[in-house]
């Protein structure tokens, strides 16, 4: 029994981490879908929206299934940004410079995913999870890079 006991820890870090880092993107989202203008107004606003959705639908999975696995959760802005895996925006940014951010925190969440679902010790249900969560990242991403303009 003692054995077990640091891999359900350490399995408890890495996906108390991944809750964390969906929450601290939903706040980032909000502050850019509340702070955004610009010629793109609209469709800014309703991409930051949707990013939103993504990221609270996904802290909730992934906060429900450690509950499942009998994992405590830690909910307190304290943890969020104890397990940060990238930085917060800068104030008073552009839109371009928001699209610019948000791209690199899309692109370090799902790394960090992506190195998770390689993790043996996690089990394969939670890998599953884990894949669909990188590909709804990596959609994200994919609006986000779309919607900045070519030069």
Same mark, same amino acid.
């Given at each position: 029994?003692?054995?077990?006991?640091?891999?359900?820890?350490?399995?408890?870090?890495?996906?108390?981490?991944?809750?964390?880092?969906?929450?601290?993107?939903?706040?980032?989202?909000?502050?850019?879908?509340?702070?955004?203008?610009?010629?793109?107004?609209?469709?800014?606003?309703?991409?930051?929206?949707?990013?939103?959705?993504?990221?609270?639908?996904?802290?909730?999975?992934? #906060?429900?299934?450690?509950?499942? =696995?009998?994992?405590?959760?830690?909910?307190?802005? @304290? $943890? *969020?940004?104890?397990?940060?895996?990238?930085?917060?925006?800068?104030?008073?940014?552009?839109?371009?410079?928001?699209?610019?951010?948000?791209?690199?925190?899309?692109?370090?969440?799902?790394?960090?995913?992506?190195?998770?679902?390689?993790?043996?010790?996690?089990? #394969?249900?939670?890998?599953?999870? =884990?894949?669909?969560?990188?590909?709804?990242?990596? @959609? $994200? *991403?994919?609006?986000?890079?779309?919607?900045?303009?070519?030069?």
């Amino acid at each position: 029994m003692l054995l077990k006991q640091p891999a359900k820890v350490s399995n408890t870090a890495k996906l108390q981490a991944v809750v964390s880092n969906l929450e601290l993107l939903y706040i980032k989202a909000k502050d850019f879908h509340w702070n955004t203008k610009g010629v793109y107004f609209r469709q800014h606003h309703k991409m930051y929206d949707e990013i939103q959705e993504v990221a609270l639908d996904w802290a909730d999975t992934f #906060a429900e299934r450690m509950r499942s =696995l009998d994992m405590p959760v830690v909910a307190t802005a @304290k $943890q *969020y940004i104890n397990d940060a895996w990238y930085p917060e925006a800068e104030r008073a940014m552009v839109a371009e410079e928001m699209l610019k951010d948000m791209k690199l925190t899309l692109t370090c969440i799902s790394k960090n995913v992506q190195e998770l679902i390689a993790d043996v010790g996690i089990d #394969a249900v939670t890998q599953n999870k =884990l894949q669909d969560l990188c590909a709804d990242i990596d @959609k $994200q *991403y994919y609006f986000v890079n779309s919607s900045m303009e070519v030069k």
